[in-house]
């Protein structure tokens, strides 16, 4: 798909027209979708895929899936992963049947970590993410205060459509802090009901009234003004915080740390997954082998804390900016330091 802008500047209507609307999906993809996830959330055995909705179940998420029992269903906890895909798959297909959409909900990712796999099983070569997209929900999939067990089969259907439904999301360019703040402004968000209110017509209303959603849940649509940068300014005086942490990192270091390729000749390579989480205290990253033969292969995710990096002088500035240096011992095992002759710590 078309990589995601580096920079816009206009009308929030002209943004949704030129950049987001060639890629709102087809309306019998939506159309399959929906009709896929109403039989299968009526089912005796239903599986509710909903919105993460504590630091504390946040807390948990590594690489395996959080969920609970809930009578004779299961719900799912994740991040913005089964959106992604959703998005993903469904724009890669034009004719959808019941079982390609019975094998999308089955190998739905529940993180971040797992949307590599999923492309991997959908035989994409990338997925929006990849490209420069992030994907946004217009209302939210999270029951922030619910009592998880005592919510009702009907109220965990209608924040499973909320998250799931792709008339509740869409893609907006990733630039850093700008795009977040953007694609979780409530005025966009009334702009594009607006939109797809045009386009899919009673198609909008029908998910809508699943959803437990109405017209009135949206502000008025009026025309408004973005800047959309690539380099986002964080103030100086800004601190990273976290639930078990307060770290005197200044945010403008924090937010432009990169992860640099370390023995390239050898084929490693190393990214973060999402630059937003940094705001947290810790970032994911994934680290990747190139083979001569030009397949990659994945040798791992792994979670660091960014204010123990700072202490054990593992994170250095020089004039390619704020660096991260991963190593592979000789032993085998990839750990990190501030350079190739530096103390090393193993990665978790």
Known sequence: MKLAPAKWKGSARQLINDVLKPHFLKPRQVEEWQSFLVRRLSEPDPIYVVGAPTPDLRSRWGQEKISLTHKNSRIYFGDKAPATAILTYLRSIDNPTPEKMSALFIHLPHHAFDLDK?????SL???VASAGWMTAHMLGPVGADASWENLSA????????RNLHPLNMFLFPNLNKSGAVFADDPRLH???????????GPLWQQSLELRGDSQ????????FEIDLAAEVSVPETAKIESKDMISKI???EAFDLKLVTVNEAQGYHSRV????????????MKLDFKEK???VKTIGFFRLNIKDLYEKKFIARDAKGVRLLVHRTNEGQFAVGPRKTGPLSPLP
């Open 190 to 200: 009334a702009l594009i009901a607006e939109s797809y209110a045009q386009i899919y």
């Open 273 to 284: 997954l999402d630059p937003n989480i940094l705001s947290r205290g810790f970032f994911d």
């Open 250 to 252: 200044a945010a403008t």
């Open 125 to 127: 070569s990338n997925n």
């Open 216 to 223: 009135e849940s949206f502000l008025k649509a009026e025309d």
């Open 293 to 295: 033969s030009g397949d």
């Open 154 to 161: 009907d109220e965990l259907r209608k924040l499973a459509l």
């Open 118 to 122: 999923f492309t991997r099983w959908a």
